[in-house]
């Protein structure tokens, strides 16, 4: 089965700079879609960033210009580059992949992204 792994979280004074990986395994890795999300406490979890399998991007307004996602289709992994970080981007951050289309927004609710990772602690003081 398909398992994804996050890994790179911590602690980072505002301003600072954050790499995120998840390691993707198992059979059919070649998603239409792989995403970051975040969640906050008392908060819903919310999309960061998507990327599709073709490579094109999008972002939340709230990182645009922020932070980078990218993948390594070799290494089966998923980046995101967090820049100038700010103490609302405190999160739990996850990762997630599956078969939806990147480019439609409304295919952005966690509700409709079936493989999850265990996620990853991200704090900005």
């Known amino acids: 089965h398909v398992q994804l792994v996050e890994s790179g979280g911590g602690s980072v004074q505002a301003g600072g700079a954050l790499r995120l990986s998840c390691t993707a395994s198992?059979?059919?890795?070649?998603?239409?879609?792989m995403g970051w999300f975040r969640q906050a406490p008392a908060k819903e979890r919310e999309v960061v960033a998507v990327?599709?399998?073709?490579?094109?991007?999008a972002y939340a307004d709230s990182v645009k210009g922020r932070f980078t996602v990218s993948k390594d289709n070799v290494k089966n992994t998923l980046y995101l580059q967090m820049d100038s970080l700010k103490p609302e981007d405190t999160a739990m951050y996850y990762c997630a992949a599956d078969e939806i289309h990147c480019e439609e927004r409304d295919s952005w609710n966690p509700r409709n992204w079936g493989y999850w990772g265990q996620g990853t602690q991200v704090t900005v003081s």
């Open positions: 198992g059979p059919d890795l070649n998603f239409a879609c």
């Open positions: 990327i599709a399998r073709i490579g094109t991007t």
